[in-house]
């Protein structure tokens, strides 16, 4: 959060101009008004209806920076992942599930569409489709499948975002990208064979190291706002041994600089006496902040400096998390420990898409429904194109609904039945089976006759807020002038941004060298305040900051950095600023149990556990059925899930 987005205070008129005159120089100006209208519109509209008819597919174009340049290629109007703007959780796709969850909404009587299914899916990303895949080997490739989705595209946080508003296609991710596959299962193995990937051959097209390639990466930059300066820092990763020339120029106080060069050079063994089963157990008792301040002995601007390295990768404040998960992520402390800095260097060998695992998402909806995407294939999908008129039609036996919020969930007598939102209309639809593969926090709502101890367990599993911002530069001109092309940003709202280039997969080629256009990626999630203390607490005030921002605060603060980084450099954000995408994910990873908030449940009594039980004839998929944030996950308990419904009378 920049001072300038504090909504604590009023504007004065002075802050006003001062802020009408900055966001001119940042190329803001032109677009503002035509956002406000769109984003207003939508919310107004949304908040007015159920019942009436609302222009999903319009409102959820939304505010883009498409008035920047006119886009080429497919038009966003029936092509989601050409949209700009505010993506992710989108306007139009949240109201009615927040309408029904956090004000109690009631909704007139859903009109019976008379569709009757094998299956109902709540949730078209990575498990509803694998739920819809495992049926159809369960139960006859066949079987009538409808899957329900509340966003206008399909994949759940597996989203494509796709540019031409520079001249050849750009490809970007929008959500989940990496493929873990050392942690894959025989049926994710299983799975991903079924779709045609072959991971070997994935990885030999990936040059992509997280922008680890420029000269001076990773750098760090700190901000005029919060540092008082702006200064660039290169080759500057806390996670590696720092030395004193380099700490010498972090703009923080003197104290902390010569408390950093103590911590960095530091040798003893700080638990001295501890056997290693108590170093352990205590370094999962104290915050890793905790450990800096007691152990490290650094000042509190030293330590600050951590706070939001974690955003990306647990989608949580530094201070949620033990020492010994952060340490075991990467972050220094083990050479006061007894362990030295003998790191084989920066190594994360996952299989990458160029749009992430959207290509998986298409490969699942092309198999699914062939006539949406014929002849693709895991070499192609990445160019493939996709008729998303042909998601949804009766004479597919199976069926992909879009802007489709279900509301209620039910077992009847002879099955089960769904109803959702639609277009303003209340509609409702039946089936033999249903799996659930949405987020656990929304099921109770859905489905009240649960057992109490399965809807509280699911109200547990709150899921950690992401966002990931990606700006399509003109070219990389500035960045290759400063060296850079990974850069942390301590003080700002993305704690770290990256090009995405590399990935030469689906039968997409984007050279590690490409001058561009190229995506930027602005990655992270969103400080909570520090009065929200418990993870639950943070998480709920990170997601609640995340959806008061509107897409021109998000803009602001991305062309605010590009000019303050890259301005020197040249980079002119008023011209070389060509798109902008922010995908919000204020329901981002799958809870996770951390050592400082959570219990040792013995097994079958941890929360997921407990709350991913069937119930009559419904089955719950999703990576939180899993507890664990992951796109294999997600595939495990599909596979779980349509394993555990039982057999038709
Ligand atoms: C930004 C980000 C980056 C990630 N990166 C990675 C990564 O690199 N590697 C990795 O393995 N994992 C990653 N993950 C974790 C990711 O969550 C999983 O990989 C996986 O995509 C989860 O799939 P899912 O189907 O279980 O859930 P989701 O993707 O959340 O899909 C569930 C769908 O159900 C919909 N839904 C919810 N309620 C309703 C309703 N009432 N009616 C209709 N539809 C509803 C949701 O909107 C959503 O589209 C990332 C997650 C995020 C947010």
């Keep these: ?27 803001m100006e032109t677009a ?16 007015l209806t159920v019942g009436s008819t609302l222009p999903v597919d319009a409102l959820a174009a939304g505010p883009g920076t498409s008035d920047v340049s ?12 050409t949209r700009t703007g505010l993506r992710g959780s989108h306007p139009g ?27 109902v899916v709540v949730g078209a990303g990575i498990s509803g489709l694998a739920a819809a895949h495992y049926y159809q080997q369960r139960f006859g490739s066949d079987a009538r499948i409808l899957l329900l989705e509340n966003h206008d595209d399909f994949g759940g946080h597996a989203r494509r975002n796709e540019f031409h508003q520079g001249g050849p296609m750009v490809l970007s991710m929008g959500g989940t990208h990496n493929l873990e596959w ?22 030999k097209k990936k040059d992509f190291a997280y922008g680890r390639s420029a000269p001076n990466s990773p750098a760090m930059w700190f901000d005029k706002d919060t540092y008082g300066e702006d200064r660039l820092v290169a080759n500057c990763d806390l996670t590696e041994r720092l030395g004193p020339d380099l700490i010498d120029q972090l703009p923080i106080s003197t104290a902390g600089r010569e408390t950093f060069k103590a911590f960095y050079a530091g040798r003893k063994n700080v638990l001295e006496g501890y056997d290693e089963d108590e170093a352990e157990e205590y370094l999962r008792s104290i915050s890793y ?32 998390l033990s020492a010994m998960e952060a340490m075991e992520d990467g972050a220094p402390g083990l050479h006061l420990l007894g362990g030295g800095w003998d790191r084989d260097g920066w190594d994360y060998p996952v299989a990458m898409w160029p749009d992430g695992n959207a290509s998986l998402a298409r490969l699942q909806v092309a198999k699914l429904i062939q006539e949406v995407a014929p002849g693709t294939t895991a070499d192609n999908v990445a160019l493939a194109e996709f008729a998303y008129d042909q998601l949804d039609r009766p004479e597919h036996a199976v069926r992909l609904r879009l802007n489709s919020t279900v509301i209620r969930t039910e077992n009847t007598d002879d099955g089960v039945a769904v109803s959702y939102v639609n277009d303003g209309r209340v509609l409702r639809v039946k089936a033999k089976h249903g799996i659930l593969a949405c987020y656990h926090v929304i099921i109770p709502h859905l489905f009240p006759e649960l057992p109490k101890a399965q809807r509280e367990a699911m109200k547990y599993q709150v899921k950690h807020p992401l966002v990931l911002t990606n700006v399509l530069l003109r070219n990389t001109d500035a960045l290759d002038k400063l060296g850079i092309d990974n850069v942390r940003c301590p003080g700002r709202l993305h704690d770290s941004l990256f090009t995405f280039r590399g990935i030469n997969t689906g039968g997409y080629e984007h050279d590690l060298e490409d001058k561009g256009p190229v995506s930027l990626v602005f990655w992270g999630s969103i400080s909570p305040p520090d009065s929200a203390v418990d993870v639950h607490s943070q998480l709920r005030a990170s997601r609640a900051q995340m959806l008061g ?100 009378a």
Aim: aromatic content about 10%.
């Design 1 to 27: 959060m920049t001072r300038d987005q504090d909504p604590g205070k009023g504007p004065s008129v002075d802050r006003v101009s001062t802020r009408k005159r900055r966001d001119k120089a940042l190329g």
């Design 182 to 203: 050392w942690k894959f299962s025989k049926t994710v193995k299983g799975f991903l064979g079924e779709h045609g990937v072959n991971l070997r051959a994935m990885r």
């Design 93 to 119: 796709a949240f109201e009615v599930a927040h309408g029904l969850a956090r004000e109690g909404k009631a909704f007139p009587e859903p009109e019976d569409l008379e569709e009757s299914y094998d299956l």
């Design 32 to 47: 503002i008004s035509r956002r406000d209208l769109l984003h207003d519109a939508a919310l107004t509209t949304l908040g």
């Design 289 to 320: 902040p905790e450990f800096l301040r007691r152990h490290g002995g650094l000042t509190e601007d030293a330590i600050q400096l951590f706070a939001k390295q974690e955003h990306g990768g647990w989608g949580v404040e530094m201070r949620a």
């Design 70 to 81: 006119v886009g080429r290629g497919p038009q966003p109007e029936s092509y989601p992942p």
């Design 549 to 648: 921002l509107r897409f021109e605060d998000y803009e602001r603060e991305v062309r605010t950095v590009l000019d303050g980084l890259l301005g020197p450099a040249g980079f002119d954000v008023q011209r070389d600023v060509l798109a902008i995408t922010v995908n919000r994910w204020p329901h981002g990873y799958a809870y996770e149990y951390l050592d400082l908030w959570d219990e040792d449940w013995p097994d079958g009594e941890a929360p997921h556990e407990i709350a991913r039980q069937p119930f009559g004839r419904w089955a719950i998929a999703n990576a939180d059925a899993g507890a664990s944030a992951y796109t294999h996950v997600a595939i495990d308990e599909a596979f779980r899930a349509v394993r555990e419904l039982p057999t038709p």
